[in-house]
């Protein structure tokens, strides 16, 4: 009886053991649930800086989101505060592609002029914000080396390594993913030295339409103390947004599903 | 102005404008679902060096900028206009909606809809950009306001508003804009009031002591001008073609029979490429500028056809720093025939001008404070113009800046040397809401 116990014990390990999936595949499932819910979305985003003196600032904007083939996708943002910003377009084609850049755009409404932004560093701040455009798009995941450094009960921790250490400001990165949902809930940032000097946090998971949403998120500086967070709302999924919108055509006519 | 007068009186002159606010005030006042910004700003500049033909105070201005956006089903209706007290003027009254003077003006009033699937129709007041340069224009021929940029205005004011129908359709092999303005849109061009430049006629610097008041453009329907693009995706870049049939911007032209400066004929055609290139931004652009007038150069008061070229390249440098070079070329066509039409050859203009241009921007404090330097440099003419500025956003609502605007140059009569008694700085403040 022991023998046949100790059997299935040891055909159990090893069951778990094959569900337990390949650190590539717990990166890309975490990319999708993190960049990739439905064909598109919509979310309406408040977004609070806080500097480290305790001084806030206010952004509101509007995000429509697109998958197109191959993994690439087109973001439109349109700003509705601060006034300096209102009405002003952010759009970005995103290419997963070896070798290819995002393209990206802002649109100036008061010169009515289309303006290019250089693909250079995408680890710039958006907006004035702790948030980089990186976070808003996602980093594309041929960029790191992935390892599986802990498995919890509740979720995978993966470290992520630049493979060319000088494009980015950090040494590696570690990222707690949701076992049950694939979502990140928490990535650490560590600077050249080793020292931990960025977090940023899913603080609020809703499901909205069946997917596993983050509608509130927070980016810690602990070297300058200020931190942002984005609280999402009016998130909505599949809504059969036309390709047409990531165009020239709708930076000058903003389309209804981000003005209304 | 040197028109008839009453004549112009007669057009009724926001003609399209008006029609789109008896329209708007058709609507039942609680089905108007509107968006209201704007800001009040507040300027004062000084020159760096006496001029004697221009007051010593450059800038010295107020304004209210109210911007409304109303959703009126599938179209959407914009109304923006500046409120302005300008302590250099002296008849504050007087209001002119083509050349920015007075209280009022009028920056945008236009609605905006679709009248099929594949086209939107923008009927109004409107500023109207495209080209691919920076602070550089060559297929871009709507209104600039070149006062404003030298004086430090906010950089949204280089553009002057355009009455115009601009169309823009759909098709799958690419995308047209089609633009119409009934009644030319010139320049708000230097004249002398508040900048001082060359004369050519009496070969020297001149200011209020020579105010240019050229013959407008004002015929409705017959002085009007035409603008074309055609764009579309081309080997990983953006490829557009255009087409202008109007007038000089600024009155280029001199009307011996009524002794007055005047906008001459002009067609312009051109191309265009931008696209990112290694880890910036690249673009190209060329133009031809056919001056129907003078097409052999010979007529000495008007300007000689001229081919134009530039190309450029943007980048992040490094963390938060962004630069971008362009080169930018004048070819003058016939330069013999104009050379032998010119009251002086030693200040007549090269047939070739070369310009370099370098912009640097710092962006530092979260974005909250950005240090900016545009720099104009001609090798053939031997002269620059630099435009240092610096912005800071106190909070959500109130920015601060500081600018200046300034010119050197080995001669007088020289596109950036003729404005050396003009160089100035400028500091102001900035509530949005």
């Known amino acids: ?260 | 102005m040197k028109t008839v007068p009453g004549k112009t009186a007669l057009v009724p002159k926001p003609m399209v404008p008006g029609l789109l606010a008896a329209a708007l005030a058709a609507m039942p006042a609680a089905a108007l679902d509107t968006e209201l910004h704007g800001f009040v700003d507040a300027r004062g500049g000084m020159r760096t060096q006496n001029d004697p033909h221009e007051d010593e105070r450059s800038l010295a201005e107020t304004r209210l900028q109210l911007d409304s956006l109303t959703y009126l089903g599938p179209a959407t209706f914009q109304a923006r206009a500046d409120f302005v007290y300008d302590d250099l003027v002296s008849d504050h009254g007087k209001v002119d909606l083509e050349n920015g003077d007075g209280f009022f003006d009028l920056r945008e009033l236009n609605l905006l809809f679709s009248p099929t699937a594949g086209s939107d129709l923008k009927i109004g007041r409107q500023i109207l950009t495209w080209g691919t340069g920076d602070l550089l224009f060559i297929n871009d021929l709507f209104p600039k306001d070149w006062n404003s940029f030298l004086l430090g205005r906010d950089e949204e004011y280089l553009k002057a508003p355009s009455d115009a129908l601009f169309a823009s359709f759909f098709p799958a092999i690419g995308s047209f804009d089609l633009t119409y303005m009934p009644r030319m849109d010139a320049d708000r061009y230097v004249d002398g009031r508040r900048i001082s430049y060359w004369n050519p006629a009496q070969q020297a610097l001149a200011g209020q002591n020579a105010v240019i008041d050229a013959e407008r453009r004002d015929e409705w329907f017959q002085d009007h001008e035409i603008a074309a693009r055609f764009y579309r995706p081309l080997l990983g870049y953006e490829g557009a073609l255009y087409a202008y049939h109007g007038f000089w911007k600024s009155p280029a032209g001199f009307d011996p029979s009524v002794g007055n400066a005047y906008f001459p004929n002009l067609n312009a055609y051109g191309a265009s490429l931008q696209g990112s290139l290694g880890s910036g931004i690249a673009n190209a652009e060329a133009g031809y500028y056919d001056s129907r007038e003078d097409r052999s150069g010979t007529n000495p008061f008007v300007p000689n056809s001229e081919a134009r070229f530039m190309a450029g390249y943007e980048r992040e440098v490094a963390k938060d720093l962004t630069a971008g070079a362009q080169y930018y070329l004048e070819w003058m066509m016939d330069h013999d025939a104009y050379l032998a039409g010119v009251p002086d050859r030693d200040t007549a203009r090269d047939e070739f001008r070369h310009v370099l241009t370098l912009r640097l921007t710092r962006m530092l404090m979260n974005q909250n404070l950005v240090l900016g330097l545009f720099t104009f440099y001609s090798p053939s003419d031997n002269d620059a113009y630099f435009r240092p500025n610096a912005t800071y956003k106190l909070n959500d609502h109130w920015q601060l800046f500081a600018n200046a605007n300034l010119f050197i140059g080995e001669h007088d009569y020289t596109f950036f040397g003729q404005f050396e008694d003009n160089s100035n700085v400028n500091l102001g403040a900035r509530y949005s809401f």
């Open chain 1, 1 to 260: 009886m022991e023998k046949w116990i100790a059997a299935l014990a040891a055909i159990a390990a090893t069951t778990v053991a094959c569900a337990e999936p390949s650190v590539d595949d717990i990166v890309n499932k975490a990319n999708e649930a993190a960049y990739y819910t439905g064909d598109d979305g919509r979310a309406e985003v408040e977004m609070t800086i806080t500097d480290g003196k305790g001084g806030t600032r206010t952004r509101k904007f509007t995000i429509l989101r697109k998958d197109t083939e191959g993994g690439n996708q087109k973001f439109y943002v349109y700003f509705k505060e601060p006034a300096d910003l209102y009405k002003q377009v952010f759009l970005v084609w995103k290419e997963t592609a070896d070798g290819k850049d995002d393209s990206r755009w802002m649109w100036l409404p008061a010169l009515n002029l289309k303006r290019s932004i250089a693909p250079g560093d995408k680890r710039t701040s958006f907006v004035g914000s702790d948030f980089v455009y990186e976070d808003v798009s996602g980093r594309n995941l041929k960029e790191d080396e992935h390892e599986l450094v802990e498995s919890t009960d509740t979720q995978y921790v993966v470290k992520n390594t630049p493979k060319k250490p000088g494009d980015v400001e950090f040494s590696y990165y570690t990222v707690r993913i949701d076992k049950e949902t694939f979502l990140p809930r928490k990535a650490e940032y560590y600077d050249k030295n080793g020292k931990l000097y960025r977090i940023v946090e899913a603080t609020r998971v809703e499901t909205i339409q069946g997917f596993p949403t983050v509608t509130e998120s927070v980016v810690k500086d602990l070297n300058t103390g200020g931190s942002t967070v984005n609280a999402f709302s009016n998130v909505q999924y599949d809504i059969g947004l036309d390709e047409n919108i990531f165009t020239e055509r709708f930076l000058r006519r903003p389309p209804r599903e981000v003005t209304k």
